[in-house]
Nanobody, 123 residues
Framework: QVQLVESGGGLVQAGGSLRLSCAAS????????MGWFRQAPGKEHEFVAR????????AYTDSVTGRFTISRNNAKNTVDLQMNSLKPEDTAVYYC????????????????WGQGTQVTVSS
């Protein structure tokens, strides 16, 4: 049974930083690209960042480029999202997701999802 468990969310002031982590189990982690998505109230899932199985291929949505960094540790089956210079518009529930052997930003392509972690940025 595949499980993705996010942690690290919380309340932070604008300009602050948070580091989200996602621990994966039940899959051969290195064969899966991992993505971070977010969902604000009343909105669809929005792509944030993704990383290939080898950790070399990364992509970000324009609004977080230069502020967020995605990384993974295949020995520990974890993927992290370092978020700096946070803005109130970054407030959302953040989800990690896994897709086998594809580099994609489309949330409908992802097979497995975590339960999400709330990030709230106050102004």
């Amino acid at each position: 049974q595949v499980q993705l468990v996010e942690s690290g969310g919380g309340l932070v002031q604008a300009g602050g930083s948070l580091r989200l982590s996602c621990a994966a189990s039940g899959l051969t982690f290195k064969f899966y690209a991992m993505g971070w998505f977010r969902q604000a109230p009343g909105k669809e899932h929005e792509f944030v960042a993704r990383i290939g199985g080898n950790g070399l291929n990364t992509a970000y949505t324009d609004s977080v480029t230069g502020r967020f960094t995605i990384s993974r540790n295949n020995a520990k089956n974890t993927v992290d999202l370092q978020m700096n210079s946070l803005k109130p518009e970054d407030t959302a529930v953040y989800y990690c997701a896994a897709v086998q052997a594809r580099l994609t930003i489309d949330p409908t392509d992802y097979s497995y999802w975590g339960q999400g972690t709330q990030v709230t940025v106050s102004s």
